[in-house]
Nanobody, 126 residues
Framework: QVRLVESGGGLVQAGGSLRLSCVAS????????MGWFRQAPGKDREFIAS????????YYSDSLNGRFTISRTNTKDTAYLQMSSLKVEDTAVYYC???????????????????WGQGIQVTVSS
């Protein structure tokens, strides 16, 4: 059983910054990529970013314009999403994801990422 737990969400003013954390625990047999997605009310889930097991390869949604940065610890079990210049339209539930088969490069296009966190709310006020 693999568990992903997000933290760090909350309310922030537009223009501010926030850092989300995701801790993975449980039994994952292989090296795993991690990523972040979000879902705003009434909208489809949206890919944000993903990172390889080594942390050397990162992938981002083109829509972010460089405002978000994904990283992971040397222990590999924690991923971060540093969000800056936040906008009201960034308001959403943010989900951490991981997969020990799919590589980080295909997180954006694959509907079958294996492990998901429960999600955490990020609200950006004007």
């Amino acid at each position: 059983q693999v568990r992903l737990v997000e933290s760090g969400g909350g309310l922030v003013q537009a223009g501010g910054s926030l850092r989300l954390s995701c801790v993975a625990s449980g039994h994952i047999q292989r090296n795993y990529a991690m990523g972040w997605f979000r879902q705003a009310p009434g909208k489809d889930r949206e890919f944000i970013a993903s990172i390889s097991w080594s942390g050397l390869l990162t992938y981002y949604s083109d829509s972010l314009n460089g405002r978000f940065t994904i990283s992971r610890t040397n222990t590999k079990d924690t991923a971060y999403l540093q969000m800056s210049s936040l906008k009201v339209e960034d308001t959403a539930v943010y989900y951490c994801a991981a997969d020990d088969v799919l590589g980080a490069a295909v997180f954006e296009t694959s509907p079958d990422v294996r492990y998901w966190g429960q999600g955490i709310q990020v609200t950006v006020s004007s």
